[in-house]
């Protein structure tokens, strides 16, 4: 785990500059993780306010972090950020816009990595831009696709519901990273990548359709899984992590028993 302490948002609106230098005076290494984030139909809805609060949120932080004299600044990014197209490389960020269903996102987070290369340049800052690709596991109530269908199947299971809808039609691909594996592999990257934009994720593109019917295995669901028109966002991401891999960073959780997890999590908190 990394040895830090989260301020809660009641305590510290990071919106405001004040705030963020409260809460990095005295610190020897910030990670900015705080976010104005949902799932596919949030961001494609709210991409001005998206854009805004994710902006000024990390620009305090970073700024902040300079007149508090912080040795280094973790900028977490997203998968958001990379215009459309495979494999999704570190060198190909500013090649093109994001994709338009999360570009209020996409486009904060990448002028986040660009400020922080304009403070490594101007300031001698260590600042680190890993890219997280989709979370999920346990403790996560977000509209994110894995959250959202676990919700989806263990309530059609728990209701005697014999179809669950799924947007699309399942051949759009995400990287799924287990929570666990994401906070080891932040803590590596953080410790032994000096660099700029790093690429966390599992490499592996696991379709909608998979996903789905692994979700409804762990809930034990037998109905219908049912494709429908919905957002569904990119078509493809396959994350290109030989950055990581060349670190000695990898994923290392199984999938299908992250699933399990993550259902079993789900079942108990309801």
């Given amino acids: 785990m990394i040895d830090c302490e989260a301020p809660p948002r009641i305590d510290c609106g ?34 001005a306010g998206i ?7 990390g620009l305090n932080m970073l700024e902040a972090s300079r007149i508090n ?80 269908l676990v919700r989806k199947f263990c309530e059609a299971k728990k209701s005697g ?8 039609n399942g051949e759009a691909t995400r990287d799924l990273l287990h929570v666990s594996d994401a906070a080891r ?7 032994q990548y000096y660099g700029s934009a790093i690429n966390l994720a599992t490499g592996v593109e696991t379709t909608i359709r998979e996903l789905a019917e692994t979700i409804a295995w762990a ?4 109905g219908k899984i049912r494709f429908v028109d919905g957002p569904v966002g990119e078509k493809r991401r396959k994350i290109d ?15 299908k028993e992250g699933i399990q997890e993550t259902v079993d999590w789900y079942k108990e908190m309801t």
């Fill in 161 to 168: 519901d014999g179809v669950v809808d799924v947007w699309g």
């Fill in 69 to 148: 004299g912080v040795n280094s600044v973790v900028l977490v990014g997203s998968v958001c950020e990379y215009p459309e197209g495979v494999p999704m490389r570190e060198g190909n960020l500013n090649r093109g816009e994001p994709v338009k269903d999360t570009e209020g996102y996409g486009w904060a987070k990448r002028t986040l990595f660009n400020a922080g290369e304009m403070y490594r340049k101007q300031y001698g800052m260590r600042v680190l831009h890993p890219i997280f690709t989709n979370l999920y596991g346990p403790g996560d109530g977000s509209s994110h696709v894995v959250a959202q």
């Fill in 241 to 255: 992590v030989s950055k990581a891999i060349s670190c000695g960073i990898k994923a290392d959780t199984d999938f």
């Fill in 51 to 57: 854009f805004y609060k994710n902006l000024i949120m």
């Fill in 14 to 47: 990071l919106e405001s500059i004040s705030s963020c230098m409260d809460v990095t005076r005295g610190a020897e290494s910030v990670y900015h993780l705080a976010a104005d984030v949902g799932g596919i139909e949030y961001l494609k809805e709210n991409p």
């Fill in 219 to 222: 809930c034990d669901f037998t």
């Fill in 185 to 191: 592999m932040l803590k590596e990257a953080s410790e």
